[in-house]
C-alpha cells in the first residue's frame, strides 16, 4: 500500500469517526443538544482529531525513519572496494536504490530477478534496458544490499499500514467512549488545536536547526582536508581538482558584497519613493493599476532578468560608460547585475514599505496636519519614523533576496573572483561559487567540493547577521518612539 493511499484510508477513517461522534453526542442528549456542554459539530472534530492525526504523525516520523533505517542496512552489506576512491557511501547509497529501483521494474515485467542477481552483467543489461542509469557496475555486495532494501521497504510499508490502522481505530474508539452530555468537547478541540499550532511553530525552527547542522558538518569536514586559516584570510580563489587549491573566501565575500549594495543602491530609493507616491500622494484610480505594473517585476523569472543583463544592460554599460571613461570593455560587471538584481528587488520594497505606510494610523497624520505642517513635512517627521520599523524589514528582505541570487550574477556579472573596487569588472559571488562547486562530474569528498558547505554555513551566518543588526535598529527606534 502506497503512502498516499494510506494517508487518504486515515482521512476517510477519520471523516466516519466525526459522523459518528456527532450522532452519538446527539444521542447521548436523547436528541435534545442543549443538554450539551458543546455543539455536536466539537465532539465530531474532537473524534476526527483524535482518530486521524495521531496515525498521519506516525506515518510522518515512519517515513523520516524509514530511510536511515534502510540506509544503515544497506552499508552494513557493502565492502571497501564498493566505495572508490574520491567517492562516498552516499554516492554507492544512492546506486543501491537506483539497483533497487531496476530490479522492481523488471519484477514488475516478468523478469526473473532471482536468475539476474547471480549475473552481474547480465543485470547491467537488463538495467539498461528499463532505463536505470548506474553509477557503478553492480557488485554482489551492491545487489544483497538493494535486495535488502526492497525486503525491507516491503515489510516496513505493511507494518505502517498496520500499525496506523490500529492507531486509527484505536484513537477513535477512545474518543467515542468519552462522549457523554458532561464532556467539555469545544475545550477538549481548542487545546488540540493549540497543541497543533506549537507543532507547526516548531517546524521552522528545526528545520533552521537541521540545515545548521547538516552545514556545520560538512563544513567541519572540509575543515579537517583544507586549514581554516588559509579559507578565512586567504584572498585568492583558485580550486584545483585533483590537489594545489586555494580557496580563499573574500574574494567571493567581496563580491557578494559588492553587487548586494549596488542593487540596494537602485531598489531603495525607487521602492521607497516609489511606495510613498503610492501611499500618500497617488489617487485610487492611479494607485489600482500602478502598485499592480510595479508588483509584475517580482513574477519576472530571474532567468529572464539574466538575459536581459547579458544581452541589453551589459552591452550598453560598456559601450556608453567603461569604455569611453577606460573602466573596461567587458559587458559581464558587477554594476550590470548590480543594476538588474536592484530593478528585480524593487517590488520588495516598494509593496512592503506600501503596507506599512498605510498601516501608520490617519490621527498621526491629523494631528501634524492640525499643527500647520505640510503633507511633506508631515511625511517626511511623522509618517516616516512611524513606519521605520517595518521598512527595516522590507529592506533587510531586499538585502536577504539580493544576497541569494544566483541566475543574474551568473549572466550578469561573471564568475570571476577577485578583489577589485572597478564595477565594471567581472566579478563572482558565494551563490554562484556554491552551484559550481557542486555541479559536475566531481569528487564528493574532496575539499574542492566540500568548500561548498563551508561557502553556505558562512552565507548563512552573513544573513542571520542581518537580520540581527534589523532587529537592534528596529528594538532601538521603538524604543524612543514609545
Same mark, same amino acid.
Given at each position: ?38 455543539? =455536536? ?52 547509497? %544512492? ?42 557496475? =553492480? ?12 525486503? *525491507? ?7 505502517? %499500514? ?29 487545546? /488540540? ?38 579559507? /578565512? /584570510? ?47 500622494? %497617488? ?57 538588474? *538584481? ?64 544566483? *541566475? ?51 552565507? /548563512? ?8 543588526? %534589523? ?12
Amino acid at each position: 500500500m502506497s503512502t498516499g493511499v494510506l494517508c487518504l484510508i486515515i482521512v476517510m477513517l477519520g471523516i466516519a469517526g466525526y459522523v459518528l461522534g456527532q450522532r452519538r453526542a446527539v444521542a447521548s442528549a436523547a436528541g435534545d443538544i442543549r443538554k450539551l456542554h458543546s455543539l =455536536p459539530a466539537f465532539y465530531g472534530r474532537i473524534t476526527f482529531l483524535m482518530a486521524a492525526v495521531p496515525a498521519l504523525l506516525l506515518v510522518v516520523i515512519w517515513m523520516l525513519v524509514q530511510p536511515v533505517i534502510i540506509e544503515q542496512r544497506a552499508l552494513s552489506l557493502l565492502v571497501a572496494s564498493d566505495i572508490p576512491a574520491g567517492s562516498s557511501p552516499q554516492l554507492v547509497i %544512492a546506486d543501491v536504490h537506483r539497483l533497487a529501483d531496476g530490479l522492481t521494474r523488471i519484477e514488475a515485467t516478468g523478469g526473473d530477478t532471482t536468475a539476474l542477481a547471480k549475473d552481474p552483467a547480465k543485470l547491467k543489461a537488463a538495467l539498461a534496458a528499463a532505463g536505470v542509469v548506474m553509477g557503478h557496475d =553492480p557488485t554482489p555486495s551492491t545487489i544483497a544490499a538493494a535486495e535488502a532494501t526492497r525486503g *525491507m521497504a516491503r515489510v516496513s510499508g505493511v507494518w505502517l %499500514a498496520v500499525l496506523a490502522l490500529v492507531l486509527v481505530v484505536t484513537g477513535g474508539g477512545w474518543a467515542l467512549s468519552r462522549i457523554v452530555p458532561t464532556y467539555r468537547a469545544r475545550n477538549a478541540t481548542e487545546q /488540540f488545536a493549540m497543541v497543533l499550532l506549537i507543532a507547526a511553530s516548531l517546524i521552522a525552527v528545526l528545520t533552521t536547526v537541521g540545515i545548521v547542522l547538516s552545514l556545520l558538518s560538512e563544513t567541519l569536514h572540509f575543515f579537517r582536508l583544507y586549514p581554516a586559516q588559509n579559507f /578565512f /584570510f586567504s584572498t585568492v580563489w583558485n580550486p584545483k581538482f585533483g590537489g594545489g587549491s586555494d580557496l580563499g573566501i573574500w574574494p567571493l565575500v567581496w563580491g557578494t558584497l559588492y553587487v548586494s549594495v549596488i542593487s540596494l543602491l537602485v531598489a531603495v530609493p525607487i521602492g521607497l519613493m516609489s511606495a510613498i507616491y503610492l501611499a500618500e500622494y %497617488a489617487s485610487k484610480r492611479t494607485r489600482s493599476w500602478v502598485k499592480p505594473a510595479i508588483e509584475v517585476l517580482a513574477g519576472i523569472p530571474t532567468i529572464v532578468y539574466g538575459l536581459f543583463a547579458l544581452t541589453t544592460v551589459g552591452p550598453m554599460l560598456r559601450d556608453w560608460i567603461a569604455q569611453p571613461l577606460g573602466f573596461g570593455n567587458s559587458a559581464s560587471s558587477v554594476m550590470t547585475a548590480g543594476l538588474v *538584481m536592484g530593478i528585480m528587488v524593487i517590488p520588495f520594497v516598494s509593496s512592503l514599505s506600501d503596507d506599512i505606510i498605510n498601516a501608520v494610523p490617519q490621527s498621526l497624520r491629523d494631528g501634524s496636519l492640525g499643527l500647520g505642517a505640510t503633507p511633506s513635512e508631515t511625511i517626511r517627521q511623522v509618517v516616516l519614523p512611524a513606519a521605520l520599523p517595518g521598512i527595516v524589514g522590507a529592506v533587510l528582505l531586499a538585502a536577504s533576496r539580493a544576497i541569494g541570487e544566483t *541566475m543574474i550574477v551568473v549572466m550578469g556579472a561573471g564568475a570571476a573572483a577577485k578583489l577589485s573596487l572597478n564595477p565594471f569588472e567581472a566579478m563572482t559571488t558565494v551563490t554562484v561559487k556554491i552551484v559550481s562547486q557542486l555541479t559536475g562530474d566531481t569528487e564528493f569528498g574532496s575539499p574542492e567540493t566540500l568548500v561548498a558547505f563551508a561557502l553556505g554555513l558562512t552565507l /548563512f551566518t552573513f544573513t542571520l547577521c542581518l537580520n540581527i543588526i %534589523a532587529l537592534v535598529i528596529v528594538r532601538k527606534y521603538r524604543e524612543q518612539y514609545e
